[in-house]
């Protein structure tokens, strides 16, 4: 798997929304499990979502079900985090991450081999 660049990021509204968008290269994306955990200075970074390889199972953190939805488009090589009724605690700089195992929805920052550079997200109030 090669570099993830994250895009889509920016200042919002409270209630707004954003889409983030992953993009990957390498030839293996179709089989690496994908996430999306964000960190918010002096805070340690945590787990947002994440989908199998094949996109048909998914994983939430509580605070963010119902709210976010986490896709992918392997053909594309992408993976996308709709955020929609943004928080101010939502704010972050979030990132994506890769992992190789695609059959299991991993949570834990230590599990994800491959990372993104982040995008800031910025909710006012």
């Known amino acids: 798997q090669g570099p993830l660049v994250e895009s889509g990021g920016g200042l919002v509204q409270a209630g707004g929304s954003l889409r983030l968008s992953c993009a990957a290269s390498g030839r293996s994306f179709s089989s690496y499990t994908m996430a999306w955990f964000r960190q918010v200075p002096g805070k340690e970074r945590e787990f947002v979502a994440t989908?199998?390889?094949?996109?048909?199972?998914?994983l939430y953190r509580e605070s963010v079900k119902g709210r976010f939805t986490i896709s992918r488009d392997n053909a594309k090589n992408a993976v996308y985090l709709q955020m929609n009724s943004l928080k101010p605690e939502d704010t972050a700089v979030y990132y994506c991450?890769?992992?190789?195992?695609?059959?299991?929805?991993?949570?834990?920052?230590?599990?994800?081999?491959?990372w993104g550079q982040g995008t800031q997200v910025t909710v006012s109030s």
């Open positions: 989908i199998s390889s094949n996109g048909g199972s998914t």
């Open positions: 991450a890769a992992d190789s195992r695609g059959h299991l929805l991993l949570t834990k920052r230590y599990e994800y081999y491959y």
